[in-house]
């Protein structure tokens, strides 16, 4: 096939030691955390895209085109879920990484690749896998919120639910992106300390993830079957880059 740039990649996290909402005690070791990633990195390396995966209490292993990148990262400096955490290693490793132009921020486990996605990012935009659920998902009105995100929810519960299981864009967005999720929660951590009322996110990051992206990125989205297969419905065959679950 046509080759490709090698300096448009796949990024996704592993973290070990962390409160797993979904998986409490599950502390996979670094054999086992290939194994998991072989469909994403094999499906990858079809289009010769680099999957890196980063994660914490092991070495860095190369196996073909996935990476395995280890991450200083201690538990202890976090009151949160590595659903949160896994977005500070994203954006730390990508602003220590300026050769890589386009990326795709990925859940590891649950997304492979089908059909090569770079092609079609435009700068600027910001692309989303999504569900078919609103901003009234149990999912998101479960976990605990902030006052603005709860007001925000309340506004406007008919916006489709993002699925930050898959997000694509070239480096500038995705590093905007992160940096403003990264900074709201570091910043609740930091006046929960101080005693402010009502300072509080819950286990999973669906509800701050798509407060960020409708409240900070409004119009310059895309979401749909372009970017991702019907979330869970474990469809092989499709136009869509990325199949989720």
């Known amino acids: 096939m046509t080759a490709v740039p090698r300096n448009n990649i796949i990024l996704g996290e592993f973290l070990k030691n962390f409160y ?23 499906s990858a390396a079809y289009y010769n895209i680099p999957v ?17 990148e280890p991450m200083d990262v201690n538990p202890q400096r976090y009151n949160l879920s590595l659903y949160f955490v896994r977005w500070e290693l994203a954006l730390n490793f990508l602003v ?19 059909n090569y996605p770079f092609s ?32 925000f929810f309340e506004e406007n519960p008919r916006l489709q ?13 995705i590093i905007e992106f992160l940096t403003v999720l990264v900074s709201y929660f570091n910043r609740i951590q930091v006046d929960r300390l101080r005693g402010v009322p009502g300072q509080k ?9 798509n407060y960020v992206a409708y ?13 991702s ?15 989720h679950k």
Not at 20 to 42: R, V, Y
Not at 201 to 209: H, I, R, T, Y
């Open 120 to 151: 079609q990012v435009e700068d600027g935009t910001l692309y989303f896998g999504d569900e078919f659920k609103y901003l009234d998902a149990g999912i998101i009105k479960r976990d605990a919120q902030t006052p603005e995100m709860r007001t």
């Open 201 to 209: 996110l819950g286990n999973f990051e669906m509800a701050l993830s």
């Open 20 to 42: 797993n909402p979904q998986f409490a005690g599950d502390d996979e070791k670094s054999t086992e955390l290939i194994d998991i990633c072989q469909p994403l990195a094999q």
């Open 52 to 68: 890196y995966v980063l994660t914490n209490g092991v070495s860095k292993e190369r196996h073909g085109n996935l990476s395995i």
């Open 229 to 243: 297969t019907l979330f869970s419905y474990n469809e092989l065959t499709s136009s869509a880059w990325f199949k």
């Open 161 to 173: 639910m993002l699925n930050p299981g898959v997000i694509v864009g070239s480096r500038e967005i």
């Open 96 to 114: 220590q990484h300026p050769e890589f132009v386009k990326v795709a921020l990925v859940d590891v486990a649950d997304v492979e690749v089908l």
């Open 215 to 227: 409240r900070y990125f409004s119009g310059r989205i895309k979401h749909g079957r372009e970017i």
